[in-house]
């Protein structure tokens, strides 16, 4: 057998296609989610080297079209829950003993797939299926994707090049094994980047995976999923079902070779995962790696001395891009008296340019909320905002649900920093705006740092350097991504590690060698080549 130390290619973040009017890779899109509409989907389980269809067949609609059917899935149940596991596990062995540029090739393979032959498949699926517009589609489904299988081939080469120093007459080694057991993949539905992350970059480590996706994110996992095939992933080393969240995770998580949990999702339901595990402890052969990102109230703070036109696209942006479907959306700010009117005249007149509809209409900025469930969620809090003497919507406001669950940007201004919308998620298009006192400033970054239970996401504002320095003291644990005149989403792979504390996760950063780290288990070897031949030490004479 041939042997060597193999350089991986250095990666590079992908570069973003415009889509702007008459290039081609905006035609190449158009005409992509041409066919997919006129196509009902049939989207099977995988689960080792079966395509199941259980004939139990739930819709897959578009958030902005719901009466549109874009295919069905195949529900599984508890049956199919152990047939995931099972499967993986067989499939373990093999996997975790195969040389790891051999893993590194299948992964890099998958990139480049998803760079060229199927961009276009999982943009539009994307759009189609999440109701992303071709930009947050094309940053999200092609490039961070592919960002994120590149550089964590580099990561993990970085890792294994870690080594231990060694003294004379012996040879020490560090092994970085998988775990031992099937990592259990729980993947949310605004990042398609994020869904085939989870999965993927344990496999990448030589793990065994049971990738249970969100409903409304399937119709994209499954172009994930034949990516993956493509590349030439090994059957059961990542299994893809649709199950009962309550029913998996009580199968899953008494299983004894259950070996970790890579999920994204709510802060309730990654908490009711850590205690069950808590509760089943004494059945694991190891303990469990828990590794979750579970959202944020994601805050801007200006100060008097920063740039307003800045400031307001950085809400604009930040808070409205992808209907602020984003952990780390803009979703509170405090904003100085002295700068308040003149940032409103901006925001106003950004708002009033941005149009609402369906991603198949490029020039629309704002697109549907993901299901009648959230978009019931949101206009609640808005309907609440209108009645309140506390607080008063001063630029959208409006929504409605006949064709596609459309809600349109909406800004709630409120007198009193602890009005709901200032402390909830509402993970929707809605940003509630605080005007402080120029003068306390210092007094409102407490405000800011004790407000919310979540530590995701934040950004400062401000040309005035000892200004900057005094809120990043003083919100040194409130975002885990922390940004500097600029809005508070975004993070690139390989450039701003992504995760957060507190509620919002364990913080382990995704897009990063940390978060590689949690999906090894090393082995130290010490091999001396000299070996003491006499028990007696010298102190003894």
Known sequence: MSTGFFSVPTPKNEPINSYAPNTKEREALIAKLTEMRSIVADVPMYIGSEEVRTGNKQALTSPHDHQHILGYYHEGDATHVNQAIDTALAAREAWANLPWENRMAIFLKAADLSATKYRNELNASTMLGQSKNAYQAEIDAACEWIDFLRFNVHFATQIYAEQPISSDYVWNRLEYRPLEGFVFAVTPFNFTAIAGNLPASAALMGNVVVWKPSPQQIYSANVLMKVLKEAGLPDGVINLIYTDGPLTGDIVFKHPQFAGVHFTGSTKVFQHIWKTIGENIHKYKSYPRIVGETGGKDF?????????????????????????QKCSAASRAYIPNTLWEQTWEYVQADLNEIKVGPVEDFSNFVNAVIDE???????????????????????????????????????????DPHYTTMCEEIFGPVLTIYVYDADKYEETLDIVNTTSDYAL????????????????????????????????????????????????????????????????SPRTIKETFVSPTDYKYSFLG
């Open 300 to 324: 801007v703070v200006a100060h008097k001395s920063a740039d307003a036109k800045a400031l307001a696209v950085g809400l604009v942006r930040g808070a409205f891009e992808y209907q602020g």
């Open 457 to 520: 996401t934040g950004a400062i504002f401000s040309q005035d350097r000892y200004a900057l320095e005094v809120a990043n003291k003083k919100l040194v644990n409130a975002a885990g991504n922390f940004y500097i005149n600029d809005k508070p989403t975004g993070a690139v792979v390989g450039q701003q590690p992504f995760g957060g504390a507190r509620a919002s996760g364990t913080n382990d950063k995704a897009g990063s060698m940390l978060n590689l780290l949690r999906w090894v």
């Open 373 to 415: 469930k959230a978009f019931d969620k949101i206009t609640t809090y808005i309907a609440n905002a209108k009645a309140s003497d506390n607080a008063k919507v001063i630029a959208g406001g409006n929504y409605d649900k006949s064709k596609g669950y459309f809600i349109e940007p909406t800004i709630i201004l409120t007198e």
